[in-house]
């Protein structure tokens, strides 16, 4: 019979959880970026793309036999054209669903997919699905599949009213402080990701 300490229960008790938020985490031109989990419904191969996107930044797709918005999450985030490069005949022959999982570990899921044309009018090989509040979907084309992580709620902070000013990356309601020497993560608003271009705030002041 294992015999009570006070002292053992007070180290416990002042062992608190830490609270932590599962994101699911890609990379954009050397940058890091998160999205909510709720945000996020799932993970496919990127099939082909109407409605010439090049020019506008915004195309259609079909996924499960119903047209998706397709937008461009580089011109989208960075408010630039982003070089079109025919995309490599092989595609990835798996769908990735986004059913849980380990932190840091990629999205790959057994069930098959349908063989589909690679893209010729965008960038990416992976179709990341998101949902609005309001329950909008919209597909954003990735070059690697995304993984999930969990962080902590202390390390998310605001950006700064300077960074909001002149700062370049648009889309993103605040900055997560991994520590560790690792580089910071851009936390995206996926409200602001499926808004048409014109209706973003402007974060960078005009001359």
Excluded: H, W
């Excluded at 409605?51 to 011109?75: N, R, S």
């Excluded at 059913?99 to 893209?119: H, Y």
């Amino acid at each position: 019979m294992s015999v009570f300490s006070p002292l053992t229960s007070r180290r416990s008790s002042n062992r608190k959880v830490k609270p932590t938020q599962q994101l699911i985490v890609f990379r954009l031109r050397n940058e890091g970026f998160a999205l909510p989990i709720r945000a996020s419904l799932k993970v496919i191969p990127l099939g082909e793309v109407f409605g010439a996107p090049q020019t506008t930044g915004v195309g259609l797709t079909l996924y499960q036999d119903q047209e998706l918005l397709v937008i461009d999450i580089g011109k989208r985030i960075f408010r630039s054209v982003v070089t079109t490069e025919t995309l490599s005949s092989s595609e990835p022959s798996e769908t990735l669903t986004l059913l849980g999982g380990s932190p840091s570990k990629t999205l790959l899921s057994s069930e098959p997919s349908e063989s589909r044309p690679p893209s010729e009018t965008i960038e990416g090989k992976y179709l990341l699905i998101i949902q609005s509040s309001k329950s909008k979907l919209v597909g954003l084309p990735l070059l690697e599949p995304p993984f999930l992580q969990r962080v902590p709620e202390s390390a998310f902070a605001p950006l700064t009213s300077e960074y909001l000013a002149y700062g370049t990356i648009q889309c993103v309601s605040a900055l997560i402080i991994q520590g560790n020497d690792q580089p910071p993560l851009f936390l995206l608003n996926p409200d602001q990701l499926v808004q048409p271009q014109s209706a973003l705030p402007s974060t960078r002041a005009e001359y």
